[in-house]
């Protein structure tokens, strides 16, 4: 199954920042189907979108070891509707970490203007919870991070490219 | 300078509201997290990200949480924690009231134990450390 809610990342610090692009495309189903005769991008999928970068921020911190999930919503305003044509810009930043979990902080914006204004909460899975082993096949979040350009922009606090780690 | 038990109290108040969408009268400091408030296992997490960024202090998991006490055969029999496995919580969590606890302290009564007033208790110990 597709589920990639980032088109492309465009900046990314370890352990502080990552920012991304989204594009909304009408030849997108679920922009069309969601809400028939006013085509958008359900705010929930804004609100993934935001989730993958801000997931991939937290796992790169531990060099993609932990099985890293979402856990919880701290907050999902959204002030205006995100429809075809329009190019989401997402600024995901980190607020806390810890052995066992992390909080972001992150913006959608359109143009100059706030979209969306998202908190989030994720947790790490411990060994046996729910499921057994890694959460992707092997190769898969990488080619994953691949075809988002992640590679392209993600340094370390240097300024130094990251590593593709051994686990990914 | 040190804040005082309202300012602290405010501060919990407040964490709690925004963690576990409760509303302000429900936060009262002999209301318990999980009874009263409906705290479950991932907000515990939650909770400490906002107390520790509300009093810029630093919370490590066994502090709030002594589960290495409680699956440990040393202070557990049966299902109850011992004489021994008191004496270890209340060295641990001298900010905890575990007089009820200690009336049928069986490990799954340990979840219902903390209050709001407990948590305000440990957040002034650890500000005063």
Known sequence: MRWFWVDRFTEFVSGSHAHGIKNVSLDEEVVDEYSPGFPMLPPTLVLEGIAQLGGILVSEHFEFKKRCVLAKVGKAVYHHFARPGDQLYYQVKMDSVHETGATVSATSSIGNTLHAEIELMFAFLEEGRFTEGPLFGPGDLEAMLRLMNFFHVAVDASGNPVPVYDCL | ?129
């Open chain 2, 1 to 129: 300078m040190a804040l005082s038990q309202d300012e602290i109290f405010a501060k919990v108040q407040e964490a709690l509201i925004d963690a576990l969408g409760v509303d302000d009268d429900e936060v009262t400091t002999d209301a318990t997290l999980v009874g009263d408030l409906g705290a479950e296992s991932i907000d515990f997490l939650d909770i400490v990200f906002k107390l520790e960024k509300a009093f810029d202090i630093t919370i490590p998991r066994e502090e709030l949480s002594p589960e290495d006490v409680l699956t440990n055969t040393q202070y557990v029999q049966d299902g109850k924690v011992t004489a021994e496995g008191l004496v270890e919580l209340k060295t641990r969590m001298p900010w905890a009231d575990l007089s009820e606890f200690e009336k049928n302290p069986r490990v799954e009564n340990f979840g219902n134990l903390l209050t709001v007033g407990d948590l305000c208790n440990y957040v002034e110990a650890k500000l005063g450390a």
